[in-house]
């Protein structure tokens, strides 16, 4: 059996996991924050700009100061000159862009919680396939009984806390979009690892880490500026404004640095424990830091017991493929 085969050594999967679900709060947070910047400036493409735009603004000044992150952006350019990297393995900042954007068209209406979910359903799913294909720069990870077990324990899950919100959530259509917003992410976390992986230079991985995501912002903002402008030829300018109440409405642009660590995060772990685990421990954090933020402050919908139900089987669902790596690593030794 080769390594690729074999989930990654416990103790790499344990501290991965616990970074990707401290990455899965931060998206959490970043939904609520983005959600209600829409609100304000009255459009979902608006607020994705302006939460993508200052993380993009934050990276620039972190590379002004970074030597090392600098000469890791030379070598990206570099890999797309030689081929090394492929065009379109530096794209996985369209489906962070679409995923911010999802948050601003939808968060509001569905609410923290019920938004997860539906990213949960997507990401779940779609990261089982990267991994069996070999997206991600770890190579192919076969499906074993306990990934395969992890992810439809996560859509039942999903199904659980979802049944307690048909009804009282208006537009529960609307969950299609984050759904297919949580699909694609799985796409750019592969990404995300093979871009870092080229940018990475011996002895200094935080540089390329920072390199990956300095890449993923460029080309998400890139797009959402598009889309947006597409959305005002469309329908109008936005009918809003941005907050100005300083300092309480400060936190309503804290979206772009937000996104700085759980897209870093997503960089810096891939390639040591695949796009399922790291999918599965931001699932976890996803779940409960939405459920903490309905119910400290409450949106559109209340978690009711059918939400907490689903959010507990989650997190079992993430412990099923570490704990399966745990053994093989035994049964190895």
Not at 102 to 109: K, R
Not at 266 to 273: D, K, L
Not at 285 to 297: P, T, Y
């Amino acid at each position: 059996m080769t390594d690729a085969a074999v989930p990654a050594p416990s103790t790499a999967a344990i501290v991965g996991v616990g970074a990707a679900v401290v990455g899965g709060l931060c998206a959490a947070l970043q939904t609520r924050v983005n959600g209600s910047l829409a609100e304000h400036v009255g459009s979902g493409f608006g607020a994705a700009v302006v939460s993508f735009g200052s993380g993009l603004l934050w990276l620039l000044l972190a590379l002004a100061c970074w030597p090392a992150a600098r000469g890791a952006v030379g070598r990206i350019l570099s890999g797309l000159r030689t081929r090394r990297l492929r065009w379109w393995e530096v794209l996985g900042g369209t489906a962070g862009g679409f995923y911010v954007a999802a948050q601003g068209l939808t968060a509001a209406t569905l609410g923290v919680a019920l938004f997860m979910v539906a990213v949960v359903a997507g990401q779940s799913t779609s990261s089982l396939l990267v991994d069996r294909i070999g997206l991600a720069p770890g190579g192919v990870r076969l499906i074993t009984l306990g990934r395969a077990l992890g992810p439809l324990l996560t859509v039942v899950a999903v199904g659980i806390a979802v049944s307690g919100s048909v009804g009282t959530v208006p537009s529960v259509g609307l969950a299609v979009i984050p759904f297919l917003a949580g699909a694609f992410q799985s796409w750019q976390q592969a990404m995300n690892g093979r871009v870092r992986g080229v940018a990475a230079a011996p002895g200094d991985r935080f540089a390329g880490v920072a390199a990956a995501t300095f890449g993923n912002f460029v080309v998400g903002t890139a797009a959402l500026a598009v889309a947006f402008g597409v959305s005002v030829l469309a329908v109008g300018p936005p009918t809003g404004s941005l907050p100005t109440q300083w300092p309480l409405d400060l936190v309503l642009y804290s979206g772009g640095l937000l996104g700085i660590v759980f897209i870093a995060i997503q960089a810096a772990v891939v390639h040591r424990i695949g796009v399922l685990l790291l999918a599965l421990g931001m699932i976890a954090g996803q779940i409960v830091g939405a459920l903490l933020l309905d119910v400290v402050v409450p949106g559109v919908a209340t978690p009711g017991p059918a939400m907490f139900a689903g959010a507990a089987l989650t997190l079992v669902a993430v412990t099923v493929p570490v704990v399966e790596a745990r053994l093989l690593r035994r049964r190895r030794r």
